[in-house]
């Protein structure tokens, strides 16, 4: 770009006063430094008082790329003699300031074309600077506009402030100034140098370009260093720093160790670290010396029923009653059912707060509708994207989801043969309804069969592990099956996706039921069992301790304590509950990763090489590769999450084991999926947010807790094992505790609080609370709705008022049709050379930049009065038909927009 | 010295990105046209085709729009500061707002400051392949006026786009290429 002989045109327009007459020259570079825009105005404006000859075409010239200039056009009609003589007023007594600041006039000049020289380096260097400056400059302008009319000791005050401010732009000679700084000044120069670091601090949010930037970036950058010593701020700088970082630190320490806390089970760091250890003893010895599964299930079965396991810390009877342990007296029952309520309470906790946050974030829930088409439009395309696979992937997406509600919207105008799509869709839950009840019972079947079985040795290992294996299989076969018979119903895909995933959550809750109502049975079994042992351990004990009197014949002698491993054992139904979980969720890893291994894996590689020698083409038609199921995948954890809750309190182990497992199969699924899978043909999310998904956990949650707590609120504990054995019921440790650790008033506290009389109306209260907020969300719902109905409706009438007076009035439609057509043309060669040179050199690229002006404009300050002089050739044109300028900015040099039509005169 | 000493700390775009990194991808582009010392600012443009053979922009339906809008003659060639531009503008810094102005700039695809049909058509087709019916076609292009059409004339201005753009969840997610 021809920069250069820009400048030197500019240099002309703006010059010839300088080099007319000398003593002028300080207010032009005043003026220049200031605003480089407004020099040519004023010198225009000038122009005009000397040459009246020559003040029509300069006009002209001016009007379409300085506003400024325009302005200052209407100002000068009326004030023209007086601006001449203000003028020339302050530059006398300019010129007596600067004596006493310098010492001479002839300094002054020169300074001024150093000042000059500088100038011109800068816009060599800056061809972006004239619209930065309106930034930071803005608001200089304008007084500077203004200070003309207004008093002259004003006047004085903004050059000399000027003065200080160009030195920083050309580095000349700034250090004498500085030196003589008042007070005010001072204050002037720190206002600056603030807004000079806004500007920093803003500049990445403009959209600008890089050279633009850095230009700027330099430019404040060199004000800011060079004047935030002066101003003794720098010195601050290091002490800031400090501070800066005490108070990350300070605000880091309680985040960063959040993630500590929100391990649940601190206490059972131990038991996991064991568990961890025991898990990998099996593995290793099973894969070593077991070549097929059914063999490692037996042994695994064998390991886990009547091994060492049974008795590891894994589980709840590993624990004893030892009411405190040690010097610091650690609580292990109350702790043990303090952790194992604290962990529902805090999950819960969690849960309902991400949910909240979800509805907070997706609070635009009520614009969902409101945008579909666009949003799919402008944003559904993933920059991300770097490879073609994905792309093809994501290109199918798209036109499907396009096709979707395209299909959707046509719905919405009609519907037809509603009966056949009704009865389809009965039909279909009830087939459904079949399947769960037929899973249901079989799962109650097999229980009710294990149960028989526990009472006999000689069992295969299918009848051992058969429980596991039908749930699993359960859990494999039935979705395809509902997705099959969902086809039948037609629904939108979305919906479907979420009947389905709510079908294979009942299928998985109801298993997990008819397990645990089965199980139940059991443990009701050994409770009644647990009676009879117990009366004879206490016959056992009582015998010994009778044998042994009888045959030392020495009362005074007590009895040495029976060897633990001698004691007759209740059945610890606690433990027997915690195996199950444990056997299930150990079942239910195998299954899964198996399912990948056959499921992905080994499809992946027959259809990947048999492909070279079969008949059709296997990638593409029937098997292909197997997709990744995400929602399936999720449900999977939902499921998985909701059996550690409920198995944690009975075999504690059970989170070390699941944390090893997902933790295991994140790296192995990865791989599976990078490996063998390819992405779902058609995705969709069940919903925007994620609330879908959570408020299934939130479900699981409470399932699980209900049986939980359940136990702990009725069921008598083993007598002879686990931390409440000799207890009546399990929560008897809170009232021990009560009784014996804390001060008598505490315990008359809590049977207050304990008391109905106080319980059922502080429940009545949060009633009537939860009553009170669901009616006020509901009436904020209604407003909310009434307010978007009474927006669309202005739409609508503003649409249909436009569309009336389109049609009444012809005569006006035809002017409003011709003027923007006139602007969107192609300028008609205009009067004046200069403006019409300029817009025969516009580039059809550098439209582009029509646009980025015009957002700088609308982004910085709203100053009208900001406009370049216009010399320089192609680069950004003058702000265009934005709604901010478009009454003074329209000018004939720019071509496009529907802005006003050019002022003609 | 480097080249890219030149824009260590002090760039204004820094805190968005790895300036080093950004260069040495630009130079791996064509090593033989940029040199290594920016000091003396060379006037260097990759055409084109380097830039939208970029893995980050190839399989991008938009590359070329956005080479367009980034560059400075306007036909996708950049120079380094555009090539920086660029990214830093979809970097996952970079603010929301300067975030919308950019894509409504890449989406206006005939640079008349307003998505008109013409451009929304376009826009449809080239994310779609070419797979949907010009009735549908026509018709997602009416509901997307319809829906965001402010001030209903008939096309997009940048208010309308930025208005509709920020209520939109995934724009930010979206809207961004990581290098």
Known sequence: ?905 | MLGHKRFSCNHPSSTFFPLSRLFYRYRDLAPQLVPLDYTGQPDVRLPYELIGSMPELKDNPFRQRIAEVFSEDGEGNMTLDDFLDMFSVLSEMAPRDLKAYYAFKIYDFNNDDFLCKSDLEKTLNKLTRNELTEEEVRMVCDKVIDEADLDNDGRLSLEDFQHMIVRAPDFLSTFHIRI
């Open chain 1, 1 to 905: 770009m021809p920069r250069k002989s820009d400048v030197v045109a500019k240099m002309e327009d703006v010059g010839i006063e300088i080099d007319g007459d000398l003593s002028d020259s300080d207010e032009d570079t005043n003026k220049r430094r200031g605003n480089r825009r407004p020099a040519a105005g004023r010198g225009g404006a000038r122009g005009r008082s000397k040459k009246p000859d020559s003040e029509d075409e300069d006009d002209e010239e001016e009007a379409p790329r300085n506003r400024r200039g325009a302005n200052k056009k209407k100002a000068a009609n009326s004030h023209d003699s007086d601006e001449k003589s203000e003028d020339d007023a302050p530059k006398r007594r300019r010129g007596g300031a600067a004596k006493k600041k310098k010492g001479g006039k002839a300094q002054d000049s020169e300074d001024d074309t150093e000042e000059e020289k500088g100038n011109k380096k800068n816009k060599k260097g800056a061809p972006g600077k004239k619209g930065k400056e309106e930034d930071g400059k803005d608001k200089k302008g304008e007084n500077k506009g203004k200070g003309k009319g207004n008093g002259k000791e004003d006047e004085k005050d903004k050059k000399k402030k000027k003065k200080n401010e160009s030195s920083s732009d050309t580095d000349s000679n700034a250090d004498s100034e500085e030196e003589s700084m008042s007070e005010g000044e001072m204050e002037r120069l720190k206002e600056e140098v603030e807004e000079k670091k806004k500007i920093i601090a803003t500049m990445r949010n403009k959209p600008w370009r890089m050279k633009r930037r850095l230009v700027h970036l330099k430019e404040c950058q060199a004000f800011v260093d060079k004047f935030e010593g002066a101003l003794g701020k720098g010195k601050g700088k290091k002490f800031y720093a400090y501070k800066v970082m005490m108070t990350k630190v300070l605000m880091g320490l309680p985040y960063g160790s959040i993630p500590r806390k929100t391990v649940p089970r601190a206490e059972q760091a131990t038991a996991q670290d064991y568990s961890v250890l025991m898990d990998f003893n099996i593995r290793g010895h099973t894969l070593i010396s077991t070549p097929g599964k059914g063999h490692f299930i037996t042994y695994y079965h064998f390991f886990l029923s009547q091994g060492y396991c049974k008795y590891s810390v894994l589980f709840y009877g590993y624990y004893n009653n030892q009411r405190t342990i040690g010097l610091l007296k650690f609580r292990l029952p109350l702790s043990y059912l303090m952790v194992g309520v604290g962990t529902f309470g805090y999950s819960l906790m969690v849960v309902i707060r991400t949910m909240a946050k979800n509805a907070d974030v997706g609070g635009g829930d009520g614009d969902e509708g409101e945008f579909t088409f666009s949003w799919k439009m402008f944003t559904s395309w993933d920059y991300l994207i770097g490879n073609a696979e994905t792309a093809d992937n994501k290109y199918a997406s798209i036109t499907t989801s396009f096709k979707e509600s395209i299909v959707d919207e046509q719905e919405n105008q009609k519907d037809e043969n509603i009966h056949l799509r009704r009865f389809l869709r009965v039909l279909a839950n009830l087939m459904i309804i079949c399947c769960l009840g037929g899973s249901g019972y079989l799962i109650f079947f097999v229980v009710k069969r294990s149960q028989e079985f526990a009472n006999r040795d000689d069992l295969s290992w299918y009848e051992k592990n058969e429980l596991e294996l039908i749930m699993s299989l359960l859990g494999l076969v039935c979705p395809p099956l509902f997705e099959t018979i969902a086809e039948l119903e037609e629904y939108h895909p979305r919906i479907a996706l979420k009947w389905q995933l709510g079908r294979i959550f009942a299928l998985f809750l109801g298993n997990l039921y008819t397990f645990l109502f089965a199980l139940f049975d059991e443990v009701n079994n050994k409770l009644e069992e647990e009676k009879s042992i117990r009366n004879a351990s206490i016959w056992a004990l009582k015998e010994y301790y009778a044998n042994f009197t009888l045959h030392n014949n020495d009362s005074e002698a007590t009895a040495p304590p029976i060897d633990p491993a001698d004691v007759i054992r209740g059945p610890c139904w606690e433990t027997a509950v915690g195996i199950e979980f444990v056997k299930l969720t150990v079942s239910d890893i195998q299954v899964t990763y198996l399912t990948i291994l056959i499921g992905d894996f080994a499809r992946a590689v027959i259809v990947r090489f048999l492909n070279y020698c079969w008949c059709w083409d296997l990638e593409a038609t029937y098997p292909s590769y197997g997709e990744f199921d995400i929602s399936g995948n999720v449900l999977g954890l939902v499921f998985n999450q909701g059996m550690i809750w409920m198995g944690a309190f009975y075999a504690p182990g059970l989170v070390g084991i699941n944390v090893l497992r997902l933790l295991s199969s994140m790296y192995y699924q990865c791989w599976a999926v990078m490996a063998t899978n390819v992405p779902h043909e058609r995705v969709f999310k069940a919903s925007k947010s994620n609330n879908f998904y959570m408020g299934l956990l939130l479900l699981i949650l409470f399932l699980s807790l209900l049986p939980v707590v359940y136990t702990i609120m009725t069921l008598p504990p083993s007598f002879d094992c686990g931390p409440f054995s000799g207890k009546a019921k399990m929560f008897d440790v809170i009232m021990e505790t009560i009784d014996l650790d804390l001060p008598a008033f505490l315990g008359t506290l809590f049977s207050y609080a304990a008391n109905p009389g106080l319980i059922i109306p502080a429940v009545l209260l949060m009633v009537l609370a939860i009553y009170y907020l669901n009616s006020v969300s509901e009436a904020y719902q209604h407003a909310n709705a009434e307010l978007k109905k009474k927006m669309q409706m202005a739409r609508d009438e503003e649409k249909n008022r436009r569309n009336n007076t389109e049609s009444t009035d012809q005569v006006m439609k035809d002017l409003e049709d011709l003027l923007p057509n006139r602007s969107l043309l192609p300028p008609a060669p205009p009067p004046e050379t200069n403006a019409g040179g300029k817009s025969a050199k516009v580039k059809p690229g550098t439209a582009g930049k029509d646009v980025k002006l015009q957002k700088d404009v609308s982004l910085s300050s709203p100053n009208p009065n900001n406009r370049e002089v216009v010399t320089r050739p192609p680069a950004p044109r003058g702000p265009g038909p934005l709604p901010g300028n478009g009454p003074l900015g329209t000018g004939a040099g720019r071509g496009r927009g529907r802005g006003q039509p050019p002022p003609r005169r």
